[in-house]
């Protein structure tokens, strides 16, 4: 994929968007840089009360430096409070303490944009100025419409919309008659290899697998030492499974390989029944984890509790993005997932 370039504040939003998948709402949005390279993409909710500023800057300036190349940032505040006349712009305290807490660590704001339910303007425009545009005008920039040719689209919220399961009797039944084969089987090693070498030909098919390998894929699922053979194939490292499933690799991870398992885990999803859906959705959800989306982790993991309220593996990845951990790949910016842009 050949680089594009950020010109003005109508493609930095389309890329935000794009990049996110979803139009954020009262979020603030940072991106290094590193000589005019785009790296890091990080949302975060907005705070939500006065006086914690400065732990919020200090926690926002942690996930930044973790990029450690990155010399400056940029941001959008989207927020649907609106700027009153003569008065600074809403969350003006975070801003300040953001910029002090990053100037300690040598990274400087180039520049930020305020963005409400219709308009968006420069941040650190006078008080009493107007000088913002629609929203809308976003659509005609030529970053927006390079990302919708090559097939990307931004959904108005990050709420996730999975396809409806067909919860059919003879799937069940036949995840369960797998699952019990699984158990009769000796060594154990035994069923791991089956399950990794069928798990890796799906990988490297360019279709979906029949109902009868996804009855497989989900029972294989349902062990938790073979679910964590079958999430570290994903990304075609040959390392550790642990350096693997912590996102701790010398090798940058195939993630086109990774993008293909989650369509694959969504297809088997909707062969699924209740009792059989947490692995699945855990799975999908720590595949979102390695790719830095946080929060839409978080709902799959909250998605797997609901089927499973006492699935140990969802719960425990889902203290460990409250604990606002992240993926090691994502400090690293020739093995993150991420778009290629370059700013002027």
């Given at each position: 994929?050949?680089?594009?370039?950020?010109k003005?504040?109508?493609?930095?939003?389309?890329?935000?968007?794009?990049?996110?998948?979803?139009?954020?709402?009262?979020s603030?949005?940072?991106?290094t840089?590193?000589?005019?390279?785009?790296?890091?993409?990080?949302?975060?909710?907005?705070p939500?009360?006065?006086?914690?500023?400065?732990?919020?800057?200090?926690?926002v300036?942690?996930?930044l430096?973790?990029?450690?190349?990155?010399?400056s940032i940029?941001?959008?505040?989207?927020?649907?409070?609106?700027?009153?006349?003569?008065?600074?712009?809403?969350?003006?305290?975070?801003?300040?303490?953001?910029t002090?807490?990053?100037?300690?660590n040598?990274?400087?704001?180039?520049?930020g944009?305020?963005?409400?339910?219709?308009?968006?303007?420069?941040?650190d425009?006078?008080?009493?100025q107007?000088?913002?545009?629609?929203?809308?005008?976003?659509?005609?920039?030529?970053?927006?419409a390079?990302?919708?040719?090559?097939?990307?689209?931004?959904?108005?919220?990050?709420?996730?919309?999975?396809?409806?399961?067909?919860?059919?009797a003879?799937?069940?039944?036949?995840?369960?008659?797998r699952m019990?084969?699984?158990r009769?089987?000796?060594?154990?090693?035994?069923?791991?290899?089956q399950?990794?070498?069928?798990?890796t030909?799906?990988l490297?098919?360019?279709?979906?697998?029949?109902?009868?390998d996804?009855a497989?894929?989900?029972?294989n699922?349902?062990f938790?030492?073979?679910?964590d053979?079958?999430?570290?194939?994903?990304?075609?490292i040959d390392?550790?499974?642990?350096?693997?499933?912590?996102?701790?690799t010398?090798?940058?991870p195939?993630?086109?390989?990774i993008?293909?398992?989650q369509?694959?885990?969504?297809?088997a999803?909707?062969?699924?029944?209740?009792?059989?859906?947490?692995?699945i959705l855990?799975?999908?959800g720590?595949?979102?984890?390695?790719?830095?989306r946080?929060?839409?982790a978080?709902?799959?993991?909250?998605?797997?509790?609901?089927?499973?309220?006492?699935?140990?593996?969802?719960?425990?990845?889902?203290?460990?993005l409250?604990?606002?951990?992240?993926?090691?790949?994502?400090?690293?910016?020739?093995a993150?997932?991420?778009t290629?842009?370059?700013?002027?």
């Amino acid at each position: 994929m050949n680089a594009l370039t950020i010109k003005d504040p109508a493609d930095l939003l389309s890329f935000i968007g794009h990049t996110l998948g979803f139009w954020p709402t009262e979020s603030l949005v940072c991106i290094t840089l590193d000589k005019g390279k785009v790296g890091a993409t990080l949302r975060i909710d907005l705070p939500r009360y006065p006086g914690t500023e400065l732990p919020y800057a200090r926690t926002v300036s942690s996930y930044l430096t973790s990029d450690t190349s990155a010399t400056s940032i940029v941001f959008a505040l989207y927020t649907s409070q609106h700027c009153q006349p003569g008065q600074p712009k809403p969350h003006a305290a975070t801003i300040a303490a953001l910029t002090g807490v990053l100037a300690e660590n040598g990274i400087t704001i180039r520049d930020g944009i305020f963005v409400n339910d219709e308009t968006y303007s420069p941040y650190d425009t006078e008080p009493g100025q107007n000088i913002s545009l629609p929203i809308s005008t976003t659509e005609y920039s030529r970053v927006n419409a390079e990302f919708i040719y090559r097939g990307s689209t931004i959904q108005p919220t990050n709420r996730i919309v999975l396809p409806t399961p067909t919860h059919e009797a003879d799937h069940a039944t036949a995840v369960e008659t797998r699952m019990t084969t699984i158990r009769a089987q000796a060594p154990h090693q035994a069923a791991t290899r089956q399950a990794s070498a069928l798990w890796t030909a799906m990988l490297d098919s360019n279709g979906f697998p029949t109902d009868e390998d996804c009855a497989a894929l989900i029972a294989n699922s349902q062990f938790p030492h073979i679910r964590d053979r079958l999430m570290a194939d994903n990304p075609g490292i040959d390392e550790p499974p642990q350096h693997i499933l912590f996102a701790q690799t010398d090798t940058a991870p195939q993630w086109s390989r990774i993008e293909w398992a989650q369509q694959l885990l969504i297809h088997a999803y909707t062969r699924t029944s209740p009792q059989h859906a947490a692995p699945i959705l855990t799975t999908i959800g720590y595949i979102n984890w390695w790719e830095g989306r946080g929060s839409k982790a978080h709902q799959y993991m909250q998605l797997a509790l609901d089927t499973d309220p006492g699935y140990r593996f969802a719960r425990l990845t889902d203290q460990m993005l409250g604990a606002g951990i992240i993926a090691g790949w994502n400090t690293n910016k020739d093995a993150a997932y991420k778009t290629r842009l370059d700013m002027p």
